[in-house]
């Protein structure tokens, strides 16, 4: 009987690490994913197989949800910018503490811009792949991309107000070319 509670270890542990060879996970993933490929296996005692396995790889450090939340926010910053709102409730759906959200993004190191800020960015990036449209469907498109990401109403409508009254002086000066002479 030993024996096989610890070839089902085993396999649970290797199933584990195949999981975490492809990006790094939260504990509460790790736990979902053998949970639900291994509902139907009859394994008595489940839960408590899947706890130890877990308490295995933080052991060897091969997971902890410090370190998962805080390569999730740069790789957040880097390739996917989306608002603080979003990526903590992505963080929470992966089963990470508030604590430990709140921790790293109060932590200097990150420096995790204000949602304002990261907004503006995305609208000057966006704002080349926009140019020769019209400028009202500019603003719904940038308007849309940045609900996508996130953002509230009044960051979006910041971000874009700049932009906005530079776009209507740019038209202006197109209109009256001679007006300075």
Request: no cysteine; net charge positive.
């Amino acid at each position: 009987m030993a024996d096989s509670v610890d070839q089902d270890f085993e396999k649970f542990y290797n199933k584990a690490l195949k999981f975490l060879s492809y990006r790094p996970r939260s504990e509460k993933e790790v736990g979902d994913r053998l949970r639900i490929r291994n509902q139907e296996s009859g394994i008595r005692n489940l839960d408590l197989l899947i706890d130890q396995v877990i308490q295995k790889l933080k052991e060897y450090n091969f997971l902890s949800d410090l370190g998962f939340a805080k390569k999730w926010i740069e790789e957040r910053r880097r390739l996917k910018p989306r608002s603080l709102r979003l990526i903590k409730l992505e963080l929470r759906r992966k089963g990470i503490s508030e604590e430990i959200i709140e921790s790293i993004i109060h932590d200097s190191r990150f420096m995790i811009q204000s949602d304002l800020e990261q907004a503006k960015i995305l609208v000057q990036k966006r704002l080349q792949r926009l140019k020769g449209l019209p400028t009202e469907e500019i603003f719904q498109k940038l308007g849309r991309y940045l609900v996508a990401r996130g953002f509230d109403w009044d960051t979006i409508k910041k971000a874009i107000d700049p932009v906005r009254s530079q776009s209507k002086e740019d038209l202006d000066r197109d209109k009256n070319p001679h007006e300075d002479l």
